[in-house]
């Protein structure tokens, strides 16, 4: 039986490292920290930015004693964009900021404007994926948008986690791909 918690606020350095493991080779994450020292440099300040707030907001969780974790933002907490530009401002390499550009101003067109929860982060340690933990991360995270009857939101950075998405009531809203950055798909689930 998998064990899914809600990660105290002192545990996000944890939470950090697992989703660092599971991001490593994630295409869009590795397209901006494409260097490795850019990569462990930037990527646990890039994903406090992204999510860390959910961890104040009791919205950050553990599988299986860390394997697995996933930061949520509930409604009306938002990353921390101006971290976010901090570490990629320091960290990617400046012939990619035009196009990152572009994919920061794709993602707010799609992102929601009404009351949701956001999803920026979920990962399992590469050691540990196909076990089934990030259904049980997912299960536990929407066990609570549903008991707030809001819908949820996500950006699926590698195409081969559409279906476990789908699977979860989520429906693909487009392709974000400018030149060559690879596929970024935004997902939505409508409130139940």
Not at 72 to 88: N, Q, R, T, Y
Not at 136 to 148: I, M
């Amino acid at each position: 039986m998998i064990e899914v918690r809600v990660a105290e606020a002192s545990e996000l350095d944890d939470v950090l490292k697992t989703l660092t493991l599971a991001f490593a080779t994630d295409p869009p994450v590795r397209y901006l920290f494409s260097r490795p020292a850019a990569y462990l440099a930037g990527y646990p300040r890039f994903a406090r930015a992204m999510g860390g707030r959910g961890a104040e907001h009791g919205s950050a969780w553990l599988a299986d004693d860390g394997a697995a974790a996933a930061l949520w933002l509930p409604p009306g907490v938002e990353s921390d964009s101006d971290a976010i530009g901090e570490v990629v401002g320091a960290l990617v390499d400046p012939a990619k900021l035009p196009v990152m550009g572009q994919v920061a101003e794709a993602i707010a067109g799609y992102h929601p404007h009404e009351p949701h929860w956001y999803l920026p982060m979920l990962g399992v340690d590469p050691a540990r994926q196909g076990l089934g933990l990030g259904s049980a991360l997912l299960k536990a995270g929407l066990a609570r948008v549903d008991a707030d009857h809001l819908p949820a939101y996500l950006e699926s950075s590698n195409p081969r986690n559409v279906p476990l998405y789908e699977r979860f009531g989520f429906e693909v809203m487009g392709v974000i791909q400018p030149e060559d950055f690879p596929p970024l798909i935004p997902m939505y689930r409508a409130a139940r």
